[in-house]
C-alpha cells in the first residue's frame, strides 16, 4: 500500500539552527516525492519536487531509495521558515497524491 | 487570476443536515481535488476528478459525493452531516496528473457540525 509517514508532529529549532523534517514512503514502484507547505493563513503550496532537483527558500530534499526516505533539509533556519509541512507521494501511474500527516515546524529566536 | 476559490469560508450545520461545497478554479486545469485536513491526520483524499466527466474516491469518500460540473468546477456534497465531518476542507486543481503536475489549492472551508 502506498504510504507516506512523517514521524515527528512538531519540531522545535533556534534560528540558525540546521533543520531536518523526517519523511519515509512505501510504494512497490518508483514514486515521485514532493513536500507542500503551509504558512499561517495562507493557503497550502510546494515547496519543493524531487524530479526538479532543486533547492528553495534554503530547503533540499534528495530521495533516498534503499532507505525510502525523502527528508527535507535546511542547514541555517529562519523565523519564517515556521509553518506546516506536509511530505507527499505520486505514484507513476499518475494518481492523486497521498500525503503524509505533516510536521509543524517552529522556529524562534 | 483568482486560482482556485472556494464558498463558503465558514459554516455551521446540525447533525442530519446537507450543503454542498463549491470549488472553482480558472487556470484551464484538467484535474481537480477534495481534501479533508484534521489535527493529526494531515489531508486525506475525499474524491478527485482526473479529467472533465469523470470523478473517483480517494481515501475518505464515505458521506461525500462529488459532482464536476464543468471544466471549472467541482462541488462536495454532504446530504447528511455527521459530527465527524467536522474539519477543514481544501479544494485543489492541477494541469493534468502525474510528477510534474502541481497542485493548487484553495483558502479551505471550515465545517463544523454540531
Known amino acids: 500500500a502506498q504510504r507516506v509517514t512523517q514521524p515527528e508532529k512538531l519540531l522545535s529549532v533556534f534560528k540558525g539552527a540546521p533543520v531536518e523534517l523526517k519523511c519515509n514512503y512505501s510504494y512497490s514502484g518508483s514514486p515521485e516525492l514532493f513536500w507542500y507547505v503551509q504558512y499561517s493563513r495562507q493557503r497550502l503550496q510546494l515547496l519543493l519536487r524531487h524530479i526538479s532537483r532543486e533547492s528553495i527558500k534554503g530547503f533540499t530534499a534528495d530521495l533516498n531509495k534503499g532507505e525510502t526516505s525523502f527528508h527535507l533539509k535546511k542547514p541555517f533556519a529562519q523565523e519564517e521558515d515556521s509553518a506546516m509541512y506536509y511530505c507527499?507521494?505520486?505514484?507513476?501511474?499518475?494518481?492523486?497524491?497521498?500525503f503524509g500527516k505533516g510536521t509543524t515546524l517552529s522556529v524562534s529566536s | 487570476n483568482a486560482g482556485v476559490t472556494q464558498t463558503p469560508k465558514f459554516q455551521v450545520l446540525k447533525t442530519g443536515q446537507s450543503m454542498t461545497l463549491q470549488c472553482a478554479q480558472d487556470?484551464?486545469?484538467?484535474?481537480m481535488y477534495w481534501y479533508r485536513q484534521d489535527p493529526g491526520m494531515g489531508l486525506r483524499l475525499i474524491y478527485y476528478s482526473a479529467s472533465e466527466g469523470t470523478t473517483d474516491k480517494g481515501e475518505v469518500p464515505n458521506g461525500y459525493n462529488v459532482s464536476r460540473l464543468n471544466k471549472r468546477e467541482f462541488s462536495l456534497r454532504l446530504e447528511s452531516a455527521a459530527p465527524s465531518q467536522t474539519s477543514v476542507y481544501f479544494c485543489?486543481?492541477?494541469?493534468?496528473?502525474?510528477?510534474?503536475?502541481?497542485?493548487?489549492f484553495g483558502p479551505g472551508t471550515r465545517l463544523t457540525v454540531l
Open positions: 487556470m484551464n486545469h484538467n484535474s
Open positions: 485543489a486543481s492541477s494541469l493534468g496528473q502525474g510528477p510534474y503536475n502541481e497542485q493548487f
Open positions: 507527499a507521494l505520486s505514484g507513476q501511474a499518475g494518481t492523486a497524491l497521498i
